[in-house]
T-cell receptor, first 115, second 113 residues
Framework: QQQVKQSPQSLIVQKGGISIINCAYE??????FPWYQQFPGKGPALLIA?????SEKKEGRFTISFNKSAKQFSLHIMDSQPGDSATYFC??????????????FGSGTRLQVQP | ETGVTQSPTHLIKTRGQQVTLRCSSQ?????VSWYQQALGQGPQFIFQ?????ENGRGNFPPRFSGLQFPNYSSELNVNALELDDSALYLC???WGTGTETQYFGPGTRLLVL
């Protein structure tokens, strides 16, 4: 059962535009929501993360918007640049009964920023 | 501070064979988690190792097994390889089992023919 649903599957944005990627989750126990950026041939790299006690977090051109009641969160990339072209994954995690935390990933969004 | 490293980078095996993948955790990290990333999909949690013991497993069969060594490095072993095992295998390290931030290595690309 997919617990984190991500859309769109792919996205083409013009340089300088805004890229928006959406995720929805089912497990209300999730308490940490990171976004990872992955370039071809590389492992995922943490981009930005949010906890459910805040509705928005901004770091440079990257912003996470979080809607706890709707169980949705999104990544906004402002002033998108060709160097942002990569695959983006949303993820979620929670502590289980043993104190272990494992990430549940969305299926990914392939972003292409055209010059 | 060194990052997470994995070896080998690429591997080709045939169905039924066994494979061992290796991971060195980031300096100061004592927990290693392994993930399988099929082509075009997000990573899926395989299992986590802490203090040289398996500390939780995702929905993967027992032919996926692992080890963690005193220096916190780790191995992922897969027996009786199947075609569907073809994927990018990622390890991620963190300090403690409940730490939110996990740092990923570059992965090992496994192709099973």
């Amino acid at each position: 059962q997919q617990q984190v649903k991500q859309s769109p599957q792919s996205l083409i944005v013009q340089k300088g535009g805004i890229s928006i990627i959406n995720c929805a989750y089912e497990n209300t126990a999730f308490d940490y929501f990171p976004w990872y950026q992955q370039f071809p041939g590389k492992g995922p790299a943490l981009l930005i993360a949010i906890r459910p006690d805040v509705s928005e977090k901004k770091e440079g051109r990257f912003t996470i918007s979080f809607n706890k009641s709707a169980k949705q969160f999104s990544l906004h990339i402002m002033d998108s640049q060709p160097g942002d072209s990569a695959t983006y994954f949303c993820a979620a995690s929670s502590l289980d009964g043993t104190g272990r935390r494992a990430l549940t990933f969305g299926s990914g969004t392939r972003l292409q920023v055209q010059p | 501070e060194t990052g997470v490293t994995q070896s080998p980078t690429h591997l080709i095996k045939t169905r039924g064979q066994q494979v061992t993948l290796r991971c060195s955790s980031q300096s100061g990290h004592n927990t290693v988690s392994w993930y399988q990333q099929a082509l075009g999909q997000g990573p899926q949690f395989i299992f986590q190792y802490y203090r040289e013991e398996e500390n939780g497993r995702g929905n993967f069969p027992p032919r996926f097994s692992g080890l963690q060594f005193p220096n916190y490095s780790s191995e992922l072993n897969v027996n009786a390889l199947e075609l569907d095992d073809s994927a990018l295998y990622l390890c991620a390290s963190s300090w403690g089992t409940g730490t939110e931030t996990q740092y990923f290595g570059p992965g090992t690309r496994l192709l099973v023919l």
